[in-house]
């Protein structure tokens, strides 16, 4: 696919932008008005970025499967990288800094995105860009092999931000509260077992 006219776009949007910056009035200042969501509702940025990445995870799903399995829907393969690669580049803009909402003390913080995120904004945009690439580079790939190495590229380019930038998964222990649980008290009667 062509991206030639990306710079230039990059380009138009940020000229655009300073004209805009230059007319706007007292309700367009950051933090004020419509269109600043990150300042007036970061609950809903948060839940973007959120379902943003349920859908790579569920696009990936395929491209995981191919390391292990047969090579068999390239076109779908190729779809879903090239998805995937526009959807990171724009995820790093889905993170202003209204949105570090993750607290440690909490068992289901709203964000598992953790404040390193703000404090090295650089490195986690390198990466997702990283990500991006490799996502290109994975709809480009023709051949069963290139579509491999590309997909564990890719997915190593995922864990590369995600080990960084993303509260660790701890599996729940259970407890002695949990084996002494009183199931007769709070169903009301005997278990039945069967």
Known sequence: MDR?????????????????GIA????????????????????????????????????????DTITVEPVK???????????IHTMLLAFPHLFPPTTSRYDPKVKLPETLALPII????????????AAAKAAG?????QGTGPLRTASRQLRASCDACHELFVRKYVEPKV????RQFDFDKVLGGKVDSK
């Open 4 to 20: 030639t006219w990306i710079p230039w776009l990059l380009l138009m949007c940020s000229a655009m932008s300073a004209d805009i």
């Open 24 to 63: 706007a009035d007292a309700d367009s200042l950051p933090g004020r008005g419509v269109g600043w969501t990150g300042a007036t509702n970061p609950k809903a940025v948060i839940a973007a970025r959120q379902e943003l990445m349920y859908r790579i995870e569920a696009l990936m799903k395929p491209i």
């Open 73 to 83: 829907d390239t076109e779908l393969l190729h779809s879903n990288a090239e998805t």
């Open 118 to 129: 703000w404090q090295d904004f650089t490195s986690f945009s390198t990466l997702a860009a």
């Open 137 to 141: 580079s994975m709809a480009a790939a």
């Open 175 to 178: 407890q002695d509260s949990d």
